[in-house]
């Protein structure tokens, strides 16, 4: 991005406090020097919006291309002090679990997230019981790691004996097609 853009700001939306700070430079010691030398600026206001000023597509791009020229406009609003008015705006969300599901049937938890094996196709402390896509503790959360995941653990569950018996037993019957019936 710096190489995009020399007028960097990074809204950090009230987090940028003494106690952040420490924690950062515990992390990742001298960190502040990587944001000295492009001249990031650091507004920690709190974000009340961010709203959409002009669309910066006409339609007519080429899609394959890696990059498309756009001219969006995005305004910030703070819930003090003067909105600021940027080309670009990347944002980055916390995100939790929405589903108690693993949790609730005793699978481990690991920063909130279902603790999983990697190295056993994502499985978890519970048998049978697999933590795929931004569920697992990888901590990664886009759509083609999800789809990754997904697919690594299929990977590993078609050499699996017990996957097989499952699937059938869902697929074409059993105590547990009903609850199944959705993965045929």
């Known amino acids: 991005m710096v190489t995009l853009n020399s007028n960097v700001v990074a809204f950090?939306?009230?987090?940028?406090?003494?106690?952040?700070?420490a924690e950062l430079e515990k992390k990742f010691p001298g960190w502040e020097k990587y944001l000295r030398i492009p001249n990031v600026k650091v507004d920690n206001r709190t974000i009340k919006a961010v709203v959409r000023l002009r669309e910066g597509t006409d339609g007519t791009e080429d899609a394959s291309l890696p990059t498309?020229?756009?001219?969006d406009?995005?305004?910030?609003?703070?819930?003090?002090?003067?909105?600021?008015e940027r080309a670009a705006f990347l944002?980055?969300?916390?995100?939790?679990?929405?589903?108690?599901v693993g949790r609730d049937a005793g699978v481990q938890l690991l920063g909130g997230?279902?603790?999983?094996?990697?190295?056993?196709g994502l499985v978890t402390n519970v048998a049978g019981v697999y933590a795929?896509?931004?569920?697992?503790?990888?901590n990664v959360t886009n759509v083609p790691h999800a789809l990754f995941s997904g697919k690594r653990t299929a990977v590993y569950l078609h050499g699996e004996p017990f996957f097989f018996l499952f699937f059938l037993n869902c697929c074409f019957g059993g105590d547990g097609a009903r609850v199944c019936w959705d993965l045929c």
Request: charged share 20%.
């Open 12 to 21: 950090v939306n009230g987090t940028d406090t003494p106690a952040a700070r």
């Open 68 to 71: 498309v020229a756009d001219h």
């Open 73 to 84: 406009w995005f305004r910030v609003e703070f819930t003090e002090g003067p909105p600021a």
């Open 91 to 100: 944002a980055s969300f916390p995100s939790e679990q929405t589903s108690f």
């Open 113 to 120: 997230r279902l603790q999983a094996d990697p190295a056993q």
């Open 132 to 138: 795929i896509g931004d569920a697992n503790s990888d």
